[in-house]
């Protein structure tokens, strides 16, 4: 299994970004799949989670903001941020689980300045 995310840049406070996380394995589509990020001196964080079935969680400090959603057909899963604070900047990573185990992209950096 591979995941590459892309899409992380640098944002003023305020502004938009779109993550993707492309997924090799063809069991996608029954895929648990998620958003974390980690600031720099913090642990790994949930940001947004969709089940295989469409089902979204999203962490309190970015909901109404973030959307996550996901193509079955492109193997591909993203994040919609908006309203982008300071507090976003973090490397953004892509998880995926499937058949029980739980994969990682190697993360893209986003960066909000204020």
């Known amino acids: 299994v591979q995941l590459v995310e892309s899409g992380g840049g640098l944002v003023q406070a305020g502004g938009s970004l779109r993550l993707s996380c492309a997924a090799s394995?063809?069991?996608?589509?029954?895929?648990?799949m998620a958003w974390y990020r980690q600031a720099p001196g913090k642990q790994r964080e949930f940001v947004a989670r969709v089940t295989s079935g469409g089902f979204a969680v999203y962490e309190d400090s970015v909901k109404g903001r973030f959307t996550i959603s996901r193509d079955n057909a492109k193997n591909t899963l993203w994040l919609q941020m908006g309203s982008l604070k300071p507090e976003d900047t973090a490397v953004y990573y892509c998880?995926?689980?499937?058949?029980?185990?739980?994969?990682w992209g190697q993360g893209t950096q986003v960066t909000v300045s204020s």
């Open positions: 998880r995926q689980i499937i058949q029980g185990s739980v994969y």
């Open positions: 394995e063809t069991g996608f589509s029954d895929s648990d």
